[in-house]
């Protein structure tokens, strides 16, 4: 399976499942913790938020920030995070983020459970459009999955690209890609890329704050 089949298949697992994506949230007591880290992180001014989701992050953005535009590709949970946040602040898009550009820059990049689902060939490209949607001293700020977090997941051997399979509660099962990044390889694949980053781990998950390369005059 190629990387456009699997990301196919993976839009296709958030579109139908949409309505249980928040279970995550309510049964686990981690999670609830982890949307807390985001009153200690560097959020300012105009914020663009990726991969939104149900807009579990969303609303706590708002409350830091000038403005947040939140965007993610499946239009049915973009009804629910529409739904959870009333803020006047808050521009939501729907948009494929493989292809969609930022209009303009942002003084903040936040994207929670995203980057573990973009394939390793296309993480350079990833990267490059977070880094033209900063604004000078803008920062990129993740939070994702550590390797522990395979345990609990249905790894599938033997991919192209690193993919798990997910389950539906009426059965349907779909795969998607799911990378494990290292916090310390991870830091650095982006050094390499010219970033400046500092990733501390978290109960088995990682944060991370990134600045992007600085572009000679």
Known sequence: MDDDALLAEQ????????AEYDRSYAEYEGLQKLLAVVDDLPIAGDVLELACGTGQWTPRLA?????VTAVDAAA????????????????F???DLFEWQPPRRYDTVFFAFWLSHVPPTRL???WNTVAAALAPGGKAIFIDDGPAAATYEEVLANQPTPATLRRLGDGRQYRIVKVFHDAETLTDDLAALGWSVHIRTKAGNF???????TIPC
């Open 93 to 95: 898009i729907q948009a």
């Open 11 to 18: 839009m296709a697992y958030y579109r139908a499942g949409a």
């Open 63 to 67: 409350a830091r920030a000038r403005s």
């Open 207 to 213: 944060i991370g704050i990134a600045e992007p390369p």
């Open 124 to 126: 350079p490209g990833f």
């Open 76 to 91: 049915e949970v973009l009804v629910l995070a529409r739904a959870r946040t009333a803020s006047p602040t808050v521009q």
